[in-house]
């Protein structure tokens, strides 16, 4: 078990006696996740398995229901028991996550030791780890970002979000809820973009006036488009 973990679980295991004693002065909180290097994440092979299938549920039952706007993130060890559980800490400071996302962390908090206690999984599980409510934090995070950037006027949002997205090495697709996260061989994302939207085929197209279009088109024909040029589809 390494020193982090270790501290993790110390923590959950100190957050659920004081919860049991009633001696808190405050409710305790799932901790932020801290900058260390991440365990893989449990194959798509191993997540098949009836055993981690049954893991996955009851981890869901605990955190889906609790997490908010937040990822909530399980570490098993060798054993392929929980090891821990932490919050991705929000990458961007303009969102407003039941204050810094203690509401969530505080209603998780109270579970720990049912979470801590699930029997284990099966042995691909070991030395892996599972994020939960993914798509809810990257979409918070995004609006974040664009809520941010409406601030700043109408003028400068299209160039400010578009910054963002480069900053981040991502291509937000939100009429079709995805996101896409630039691999180490992939393409520069204007690249990419041009290179699809050229040789999309369009499902239908709507004209309203004179100036605008509206074109729909198949979103697994986008995501094929771009896996190609070398972006990996994020959700």
Same mark, same amino acid.
């Given at each position: ?12 295991? @100190? ?14 909180a ?11 994440v ?12 049954r893991?996955?549920?009851?981890? %869901?039952?605990?955190?889906?229901? #609790? ?6 993130? @399980? ?6 028991? @929980? ?12 969102? &407003? ?28 599980? #070991? ?34 979000v ?46 309203? %006036? #004179?100036?605008?279009?509206?074109? @729909?088109? &198949?979103?697994?024909?986008?995501? &094929?488009?771009?896996?190609?040029? %070398? ?5």
């Amino acid at each position: 078990m390494g020193y982090e973990a270790a501290g993790m679980r110390r923590s959950l295991l @100190v957050f659920a006696t004081v919860a049991a004693f009633g001696c808190a002065t405050g409710p305790p909180a799932i901790p932020f996740c801290p900058r260390m290097a991440e365990l893989p994440v449990a194959t798509p092979e191993c997540l098949a398995e009836p055993d981690a299938q049954r893991v996955v549920a009851e981890l %869901g039952t605990f955190i889906e229901e #609790a997490a908010g706007d937040l990822l909530f993130r @399980v570490a098993f060890d060798e054993a392929a028991s @929980v090891e821990s559980i932490c919050a991705q800490r929000p990458a961007n400071d303009d969102i &407003d996550i039941d204050i810094d996302g203690w509401t969530p962390r505080a209603r998780l908090a109270g579970r720990s030791g049912e979470i801590l206690s699930i029997s284990p999984g099966p042995s691909c599980l #070991a030395g892996t780890r599972l994020d939960f409510n993914r798509m809810d934090a990257k979409f918070a995070e995004i609006e974040g970002i664009a809520e941010r950037c409406r601030r700043e006027g109408l003028v400068r949002y299209g160039s400010c979000v578009e910054q963002e997205q480069i900053q981040r090495g991502e291509i937000w697709m939100l009429g079709l809820g995805r996101v896409f996260v630039k691999s180490p061989t992939g393409s520069k994302r204007r690249t990419a973009i041009l290179g699809c939207s050229q040789n999309l085929t369009p499902i239908s197209r709507s004209t309203f %006036g #004179a100036d605008i279009t509206h074109i @729909v088109v &198949d979103p697994n024909e986008i995501t &094929d488009c771009l896996r190609g040029h %070398g972006w990996k589809l994020f959700f």
